[in-house]
């Protein structure tokens, strides 16, 4: 089939991309998004995230005219859906995945729908959302046919392909990455893998929708059952007064072991949500997936514990302070290193828990973001700092992310007083 033009429903850090890597191919895309802001930033050839060398990319393809953005669905012989899938807000513990920005989506999209049209799903999904989509798709244009009633004959062709790139790294990911592509049927396999090797210089591997859906969750969850070990070990390591990075080190000297670094927790719009997916729809089985979520999502508070007893610590070498004459430093709010995303990071949750405690004052180290975030806008004595700042004037510093910034000035805060090192910078 001839793409022509292609609508990508959601432009955040995968739909932007993805957007504007089809544009620099010379396709016609039609970027939609409810965000009005983004919409119209996005149209003076600017973006609206922090993401290596789009900006460049994105202000060619608008210029070129090969793209455009706009709040509402225009007919396109192809969709592609990258919208967030959050918890529901009232899951009460149970991670219960939301799927209704997708059905909004799909909804969006039935109207101008026509008759050999492509919708692919690139959302993060439980499995059977490709299948519920299309349920959708079909309840709200009865006049065509889809593949789960009609199969290959379907008027609609409907596929899920999960992204699987990493923030800071997505446009050179996004072509060079192997793809997992799941269609409802073959013919909507080939369909999607055609559309995608206008860009993909990996290889697009066929599958089924729901072991699509299923690889990205694996592929998630895998990374978190290693993180989680790598942080247990780090609790252990201090409960028996070890230093945790000397002994990975030295334990990955071995031929087949491979331990990760530990961290505060884990953050981001996959590795920390992706797993619960599972969890929510098989709790029985999935024991050790919900193990390793639990231990990683308990980090943070161990964290903020170690700023406690520096706190006591520090009130009791200097008896004529109170807790309100405590400064504390914390460095880094985003959830991976030299990236400005937000989204799910331990480090911006520690951060406001040692914010809200109301000891004294509290400096953000975040030299990816300009302004304040919204979460602690209503909290006295807390303000964004440069990293000079928060080494020369805080009492405590508290190092909970790997920013470059950070790992390049290590020895300052090796020469500190109180340091609280959850990334490993000291031993950089």
């Not at 990455?177 to 860009?199: H, M, W």
């Not at 700042?389 to 405590?396: D, L, P, S």
């Amino acid at each position: 089939m001839n793409y022509k033009t292609i609508s990508i429903i959601g432009l955040g850090y995968i739909g932007l991309p993805t957007a504007a890597v089809f544009a620099s191919r010379k396709i016609k895309v039609i970027g939609v998004d409810i965000n009005q802001t983004a919409v119209d930033t996005i149209n003076r050839g600017q973006i609206h995230i922090v993401e290596p060398d789009l900006d460049m990319v994105v202000q060619a393809a608008v210029s070129a005219g090969y793209l455009r953005a706009t709040t509402k669905p225009e007919p396109a012989d192809a969709f592609l859906i990258a919208v967030p899938t959050p918890f529901k807000a009232d899951h009460n513990g149970d991670h219960e995945p939301d799927l209704c920005y997708i059905e909004a989506a799909s909804r969006a999209i039935a109207p101008v729908l026509k008759q050999g049209d492509l919708v692919i799903l690139e959302s993060t999904s439980p499995v059977g959302t490709t299948e519920q989509m299309a349920a959708w798709l079909a309840a709200a244009r009865p006049d065509l046919t889809f593949p789960q009633t009609h199969g290959e004959t379907s008027d609609i062709r409907v596929a899920y392909c999960p992204e699987r790139v990493l923030p800071g790294h997505v446009l050179r990911e996004l072509m060079q990455n192997d793809r997992v592509i799941g269609g409802v049927t073959p013919k909507c396999s080939e369909a999607a893998a055609q559309l995608y090797k206008i860009f993909v210089q990996g290889e697009c591997v066929i599958t089924s929708a729901r072991t699509a859906e299923m690889c990205k969750l694996t592929e998630n969850s895998f990374r978190d059952v290693n993180i989680a070990f790598a942080n247990e070990l780090s609790i252990i390591c201090d409960k028996l007064d070890i230093n945790v990075w000397e002994l990975i080190k030295l334990a990955n000297r071995h031929p087949r072991v491979n331990i990760l670094q530990p961290g505060p927790g884990v953050g981001g719009h996959c590795i920390a949500v992706d797993p619960w997916f599972i969890v929510s729809q098989t709790p029985d089985q999935a024991r050790l997936i919900r193990t390793a979520r639990e231990v990683n999502d308990s980090k943070p508070e161990w964290v903020i514990d170690k700023v406690k007893l520096a706190v006591a610590d520090y009130l009791q070498a200097n008896p004529n302070k109170t807790a309100k004459d405590v400064t504390i430093a914390c460095f880094g709010l985003a959830f991976k290193p030299d990236i400005d995303d937000l989204r799910e990071s331990p480090a911006l949750a520690i951060a406001l828990a040692v914010a809200q405690k109301n000891w004294g004052r509290v400096l953000l180290v975040e030299p990816h973001i300009l302004g304040l975030p919204q979460a602690f806008e209503d909290i006295p004595n807390v303000g964004l700092a440069t990293a000079e700042e928060g080494v020369t004037t805080a009492n405590i510093l508290v190092l909970l992310v790997d920013h470059r910034e950070f790992i390049d000035m290590s020895q300052k805060f090796a020469e500190h007083v109180c340091v609280i090192d959850t990334r490993g910078i000291l031993n950089s």
